[in-house]
């Protein structure tokens, strides 16, 4: 009796466990089943040549979509640039300095900046942060790259600041000790040792905040103006992978040419984040610089 | 061990096949939902001979519109059903074409290719109806000096021609082009009445009227466009068209410059069905175009037709 509720349990496990390979098998079989179609009417250069994405062209239609990868990077890019000092920054702060109490208090604030709709961020994006965007550069428009960039590392910065700290958390006590005795102040120690320590855990954190931002759609779908021409600047308009499916599917004839490119704008959103998903896992399981 | 082996084998066939099913089921639903409905609506004539059903699918432009007039109409007439669905023009007029649907709702003109098409599947002529007027405002910050421009002018700041305000007569300022996304049946409108070429690859696609309404409110540089309703919200002015450079430009806030004609931007949405009209639809048609429903179209922020429109229904109600 006893052990057949041990083999069904384990059996059950084992099914979710399968089940989540099957789901992303199931995902990837999709993506490329409804991306060949498109991927043999175009063809795979037409999609990466230097032009313009325009499948409801007045004329001649066109399914570039290079300028949608370069939007993608400057939005992402932009993002870490600053979401990852600062998120490390706040990592190092809560786990080496803060108090108890206040990492009782900032913890729980970092959460709930993790849980605010994307949809409310954008909202913000629109109202008060791109005429703030126009003011100072003094630009006509500040929808543009910029502001993207700054709401999606608003929202990558929970994801790093919580990896960041468990990664500093989990570097030996026997090294802080040794730098402190060595007499080293507590910003030598935290910049030279802990934080080069905890590296590894540092660049998983900032690649998975990467993966974060690159899949980020609604927002920056709000505020980057999603031009289809390529970007000069960051000042300039942009449309990412993600906004410009989540902008045409409502409307493509379903099982046409343009319906199966937006498969391939997908497919190669997916091998982008699975590619960070993959290096970031390989940091997070690499065995630490400095051995005890 | 073999036991356990042939279960979790038997687990993976299990899984696997609830994903294939699951697959597949959802296709299906899709593919049969305007069929069921149908029949449904057949059923309903057998049971009670003096109910009538009516099914219109289409523009989404049109949906909010129609539903409303439909929602009246069934007041009045408790033993006709209408159901209104969207799905874009092209939707409605092939769902007419397969014999899906009573009613098409287009905000554009069937073409010609689609006429012969409906001849050929269902053995009758089409027949529209004009039952409301659409109006597209071209839209400015309110402190750009600029007042009116020709379809032309606006034509080709939309193609990327024009990038400077003082190209056409006002400050030494560049052009921001705000646009919709090509969801938008408006943004084809636009396309096709004003652009008439691709639009310029650096205009912004915001999402909704009212992110449009946003960006011109705070870019002094900007030009936009919305449906006539949103151009007298604060901190943006409507651009007075010209047909032409002959032609008088035309505010498209006043009522009667639309209702006339005068304004260059409107468009006529229609009603198709296949055959002469008649008994319900016929009845619903007419309950459209009468004042009572005209007045709809206008509490629902269209325009009422023209004298012209009435002229083109003839055809059909008469």
Redesign the interface.
């Known amino acids: 009796m006893h052990s057949r509720t041990e083999l069904i349990m384990k059996i059950l496990f084992w099914a979710s466990g399968i089940a989540i390979i099957l789901f992303l098998v199931g995902i990837l079989f999709t993506l490329l089943s409804n991306s060949i179609p498109a991927l043999g009417e175009i063809g795979i250069g037409s999609f990466f040549t230097s032009g313009l994405w325009r499948p409801g062209a007045y004329g001649e239609p066109t399914y570039s979509i290079n300028n949608f990868i370069l939007g993608t990077f400057m939005v992402t890019v932009g993002a870490l640039a600053f979401a990852v000092p600062m998120g490390v920054a706040a990592a190092a702060y809560l786990a080496e300095i803060a108090s108890p109490w206040e990492r009782e208090f900032f913890k729980p604030i970092v959460e709930v900046l993790a849980g605010i709709p994307s949809v409310v961020l954008g909202f913000i994006g629109l109202v008060v942060l791109a005429p703030l965007i126009a003011r100072f550069f003094n630009i006509p428009s500040g929808i543009n790259a910029l502001n993207g960039a700054i709401l999606v590392g608003i929202m990558a910065l929970p994801t790093i600041i919580t990896l960041a700290e468990d990664a500093i958390t989990a570097v030996p006590k026997e090294y802080r000790h040794a730098s402190l005795a060595l007499g080293g102040t507590q910003w030598q120690t935290i910049w030279k040792v802990t934080v080069p320590a905890a590296f590894s855990g540092i660049t998983a954190a900032a690649m998975l905040g990467m993966g974060r931002a690159i899949g980020e759609t609604m927002t920056v779908l709000m505020v980057t103006g999603n031009m289809i021409a390529r970007p000069e600047s960051f000042l300039d308009s942009v449309r990412t992978l993600s906004a410009n499916i989540a902008i045409e599917i409502g409307d493509v004839a379903f099982g046409s040419v343009h319906f199966h490119a937006l498969f391939v704008v997908g497919l190669v959103l997916f091998i982008i984040t699975f590619i960070v998903n993959l290096l970031a896992d390989i940091l997070i399981h690499r065995k630490p610089e400095v051995n005890k | 061990m073999n036991q356990?082996r042939w279960?979790?084998l038997l687990?993976?066939v299990v899984?696997?096949s609830i994903?294939l099913v699951a697959g597949c089921g959802s296709e299906v639903a899709t593919d049969e939902a305007p069929d069921a409905e149908a029949d449904n609506g057949g059923i309903e004539e057998d049971v009670a001979a003096e109910t009538s059903s009516i099914m219109i699918a289409g523009s989404d432009s049109e949906v909010n519109l129609v539903t409303r007039l439909a929602e009246e109409y069934m007041n009045a007439n408790p033993n006709v059903s209408i159901a209104v669905t969207g799905g874009?023009s092209?939707v409605g007029i092939s769902s007419l074409i397969d014999g899906d649907v009573d009613i098409a709702n287009s905000s554009r003109p069937m073409k010609d290719e689609e006429i012969d098409a409906l001849k050929a599947n269902q053995g009758e002529d089409v027949y529209a109806v004009r039952f409301a007027v659409d109006g597209v405002a071209v839209v400015i910050n309110e402190n750009n000096p600029v007042s009116e421009l020709t379809v032309d002018q606006i034509g080709a700041i939309y193609r990327g021609e024009i990038t400077n305000w003082s190209a056409v007569g006002g400050e030494d300022?560049?052009i921001?082009l705000y646009g919709r996304?090509?969801?938008s049946g408006t943004y084809?409108f636009f396309?096709e009445k004003v652009?008439?070429?691709?639009y310029?690859?650096?205009?912004?696609?915001?999402?909704g009227t009212s992110?449009i309404v946003?960006?011109v409110t705070?870019?002094?540089?900007?030009i936009g466009y919305a449906a006539i309703g949103y151009a007298t919200k604060d901190g943006i002015k409507a651009i007075n068209v010209k047909a032409d450079d002959n032609a008088s430009a035309y505010d498209p806030t006043v009522l009667e410059n639309v209702t006339s004609g005068n304004y260059a931007l409107t468009r006529p949405l229609y009603q198709y069905v296949s055959g002469k009209p008649s008994s319900a639809i016929l009845e619903f048609f007419l309950f459209e175009v009468s004042e009572e429903g005209q007045n709809i179209v206008l509490d629902e922020g269209f325009y009422p037709i023209t004298a012209a429109d009435l002229d083109f229904n003839k055809d059909a109600l008469e």
Not at chain 2, 195 to 198: F, H, M, R, S, Y
Not at chain 2, 200 to 207: G, I, K
């Open positions: 356990k279960l979790t687990g993976l899984m696997v994903m874009g092209g300022l560049e921001t996304q090509s969801t084809v396309m652009v008439q070429a691709d310029s690859p650096e205009m912004r696609n915001l999402a992110d946003e960006a705070g870019d002094v540089g900007g």
